[in-house]
């Protein structure tokens, strides 16, 4: 991935250094940040610069968790970035209690990738990017992703700009979001958006629904399958216990498992079943292993 050249870094704070509980490399770091869960990362000089909601940071990898620094001026980002990144360790202890002891296929996919975790983003940001990945590869859908900050989102600090709102979504012809070469998708993205505008409170009223209701829910929007929905679910409302399914994960439970003629809900159904509570992380460690190999 190239370096972003467009960042001036002199308005920026010194590093400061976040502890985490379980600290990653910089190859897990960049599978965090780069992997196919969030879109808003790039490369840069240090490590990785990006915006996490209305918040804009840079990320480097730091002997006891990652280093980081912010656009001087904007509000502290410290508290946010903990919870983004879950410094806390909830999910090391979640990885621990998957079955990788007794499942070598697993315990493979695992090897070499301490640290990797689920970011926890927000519910409006991982839907309006998840519309976006249906038939796309993770560089066709960041490239997508950036399209609609730079044309339709607000400007944050550091030279970044914001994911557009629902509001602006709905007020977009479907030409313009075309120009953001969503193809087919800028309908499903004008239809959502139509749906979500003025209910800023849709994410906290699905908020204490079980996972399989709150799935249910999201498909009721335009576009969100049930892969989709499993990632909004697992992505944006931090449930680990969601397993989405697409070509990477089919692909490594007919490896590892030999469920060959299976159809993807039924492939979502084992990995429930067989990797429990943290499914989800689970189908994180399986995915980075199928796109780059055993570590």
Known sequence: MPVDP???RAGWTAWRELALAEPVSAEVLGEILDGGQSFRWRRSPDGWVGAFGPRVAELAPAPRGVRWRQPRGAPDVEVALARYLDAEGAQARAA??????SDAFLARA???RRGLRILRQEPDEALLAFLCSSNKQVAQIRVMVAELADRLGEPLAGGLRALPTWERLARA???ELRACRLGYRAAFIRDTARRLAGRPDWAAALAGLPTAELEARLAE???VGPKVAACVALFGFGRLDAFPVD???DQALVEGYGLDGWNRRQLARFGAAHYGPAAGLAQQFLFAAMRSGPA
Do not use: K, S
Not at 96 to 101: C, Q, V
């Open 110 to 112: 695992m090897e070499g």
């Open 247 to 249: 070509t990477w994960i």
């Open 6 to 8: 467009d960042i001036d």
């Open 173 to 175: 012809p479907e030409a």
């Open 221 to 223: 929007l335009p576009g």
């Open 96 to 101: 621990d209690a998957l079955p990788w002891r």
